[in-house]
């Protein structure tokens, strides 16, 4: 999606480091989702945030949403090998269909 | 298993074929969204459907069509297929179609074109 820009589009970290993806959008946001995927298998949703400043975590992983500066960020914290995967953001533009970032693969090694 | 189920897994066809591929939403989505997931393209938006009707369009070609059934399960036809076709296809769900409610994706059906 020319909408969703996600950086970094690839990370490699050793297991136990902190890491933090970016997801900045060009529009004007009707919320932010974040999905992590295994190669090749479905989407998994993560979080979703809707109002500026908010702020969600999921056992290790938290994500905040800036809605002035349109971005959001995902941060993993002691990350393990299970956290390996493509993270991809998604915002709901038109407040209706969803459109994503090309997605930041995560390689964590042992 | 999320609710959202996708047949078949996976497909094999040659070119200038035509194929379905079916998608039941989770039990009370009325949205069902299809989207194309490529190597060079990643996840592209095509089309979604609310309660039977099309709502938004987005990079669907001419040669795709989807409709929703009374059952709210919906079929998406790949015709006069091309090798470029070849692709993760997934299907999503949810309650709305508009606002925050999220998206539930289904394991999606691997369709290679030979």
């Known amino acids: 999606s020319q909408e969703l820009e996600q950086s970094p589009q690839s990370l490699i970290v050793q297991e136990g480091k902190n890491l933090t993806i970016n997801c900045t959008s060009s529009k004007t946001l009707y919320g932010l989702y974040w999905y992590k995927q295994k190669y090749g298998e479905g989407l998994i949703f993560l979080m979703m945030l809707q109002k500026g400043g908010e702020e969600k975590s999921h056992e290790k992983i938290t994500a905040k949403l800036d809605e002035k500066k349109q971005q959001s960020s995902l941060h993993i914290t002691a990350s393990q090998p299970s956290h390996a995967g493509i993270y991809l953001c998604?915002?709901?533009?038109?407040?209706?269909?969803?459109?994503f970032g090309a997605g930041t693969r995560l390689t964590v090694k042992p | 298993d999320s609710g959202v189920t996708q047949t078949p897994k996976h497909l094999i066809t040659a070119t200038g074929q035509r194929v379905t591929l079916r998608c039941s939403p989770r039990s009370g989505d009325l949205s069902v969204y299809w989207y194309q997931q490529s190597l060079d393209q990643g996840l592209q938006f095509l089309i979604q459907?609310?309660?039977?009707?099309?709502?938004a369009k987005g990079n669907i070609l001419e040669r795709f069509s989807a409709q929703q059934f009374p059952d709210l399960h919906s079929e998406l036809n790949l015709s006069s297929l091309e090798l470029g076709d070849s692709a993760l296809y997934f299907c999503a769900s949810r309650f709305g179609d508009r606002g925050g409610y999220g998206y539930t994706f289904g394991s999606g059906t691997r369709l290679t074109v030979v």
């Open positions: 998604g915002a709901g533009y038109n407040n209706n269909d969803m459109r």
């Open positions: 459907y609310y309660n039977g009707e099309e709502r």
